[in-house]
């Protein structure tokens, strides 16, 4: 790249309406975190949904560079991307093999995550054309989302009639309650999915997610998959989040006003005020994923944080002001020294100041939906910042 286009880079970031910033270095410890969490287990990294909506290319090259050698994604796209960027690593593929996509998972050199009996068919039949080639195999433990039946999993690993070419490298589960570390619907999957583990011995088993790692030793098997920790999330419910922020979220003032007490802030004039306010409007709203139940009021469904989301500005904490709109968010910036916010400046939706999960708990959901719905309109910046 030339200089010029460098230049033109950095002046889209620069000027751009709504901003993410990822900290490839705070990515990296993550990982290595978990990693040494894992204890014995090797860690892989979960870079689906365009790595949590952090960019597959650089995170994925990013996690490549600190270590991981084992990646799971999605779809089938998401592998031919991640390839280019992790040439050595094993991708797995977790919505499986479906027909047509064959071709792509041979030349990226793709494992197919196999979880149903349907997609099982498939892949014999694919074998008998093709030849050895290696699988995972994912069985349903109580999640009742994707996996083959346990009983179904386990006759297989013992049918003396399966082709030869069929070679699984990994057999995995998914936990359904490792974020509540009291539920003892943990035990019973670790139980059950030692039964499979045993059943496949001599082949490695994976029953762990970022919430399972933080479960224990019990729960790491041979390979760990943490996704949201690696990102910056929280994992397990009422615990403090060890891990160190990724993603910040900027979107900048467009206009700062002034209005009367007494008057009203956005549609519906869900907001009255009552006091002599100045308000920052942002360019951020609903349709770049600052979703309309942070609003301060007004929008029904949303009984977690009545008060609403708030953002970050010159230093301190500001609340949304009525309802968030398409394009736009209002925040109540009264509180701060008058000529401290600007047009052009920008507000931290999230980031290092708010949590992600906190600013997805005032909008009723989670840091992972928080996360992969920033994905269509914003500029973004990759850091690597050393602390
Ligand atoms: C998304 C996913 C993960 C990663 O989960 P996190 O909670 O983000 O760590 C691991 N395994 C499977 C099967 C998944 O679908």
Redo the contacts with the bound molecule.
């Keep these: 790249m030339t200089d010029f286009a460098d230049d033109y880079e950095d002046d889209r970031f620069a000027s751009a309406g709504l901003r993410l910033t990822v900290d490839l270095a705070a990515l990296t410890e993550n990982w290595k975190d978990m990693a040494r969490r894992s204890g014995k287990a090797r860690a892989a990294a ?1 870079v ?1 949904a365009d790595a949590y909506g952090t960019g597959i290319e650089d995170a994925g090259e990013a996690l490549y560079l600190a270590g991981a050698r084992d990646f ?1 994604v999605a779809t089938v796209d998401e592998g031919v991307t991640l390839r280019l960027y992790a040439p050595e690593a094993r991708i797995f593929v ?1 919505a499986g093999i479906w027909p047509g996509t064959e071709r792509r998972f041979f030349e990226n050199d793709l494992v197919p995550v196999i979880s149903s009996e349907e997609q099982l068919a498939f892949w014999m039949a694919v074998l008998a054309d093709y030849g050895d080639y290696p699988c995972a195999l ?1 069985v349903d433990t109580g999640f009742n989302r994707l996996g083959l039946a346990m009983e179904d999993a386990i006759a297989l690993a013992d049918d003396v009639s399966r082709p030869a070419s069929f070679s699984p490298v990994l057999v ?1 589960s ?1 936990l359904a309650c ?1 974020d509540d570390h009291a539920s003892p619907m943990n035990k019973q999957q670790l139980e059950s999915f030692r039964r499979v583990s045993d059943a496949y011995e001599g082949i490695d088993s994976s029953l762990a ?3 399972g790692i933080f479960l224990g030793s019990d729960y790491h098997f041979d390979m760990t ?5 690696l990102y910056g999330g929280e ?1 397990v419910n009422g615990m403090a989040n060890p891990m160190r922020a990724v993603v910040t979220a900027e979107a900048r003032v467009i206009q700062v006003r002034t209005v009367k007490s007494g008057e009203s802030v956005s549609y519906g004039r869900a907001m009255k005020l009552t006091r002599d306010s100045r308000l920052a409007i942002v360019s951020a709203g609903y349709a770049d994923g600052y979703m309309r139940s942070q609003s301060s009021g007004g929008v029904p469904l949303r009984q977690v944080v009545p008060q609403g989301g708030h953002g970050f500005v010159a230093g301190r904490k500001v609340p949304v002001a009525g309802r968030i709109t398409m394009d736009l968010t209002i925040f109540d910036i009264t509180d701060l020294p008058e000529g401290a916010v600007s047009a052009g400046d920008y507000v931290e939706l999230f980031g290092k100041n708010i949590a992600v999960d906190d600013a997805a708990r005032a909008a009723g959901t989670i840091g ?1 939906e928080m996360l992969t719905s920033m994905g269509l309109r914003h500029e973004r910046q990759y850091v690597a910042e050393e602390d």
């Design positions: 979960v689906k799971f977790l994912h995995m998914h490792g997610a970022s919430a998959r943490p996704g949201i920790s994992a992972y």
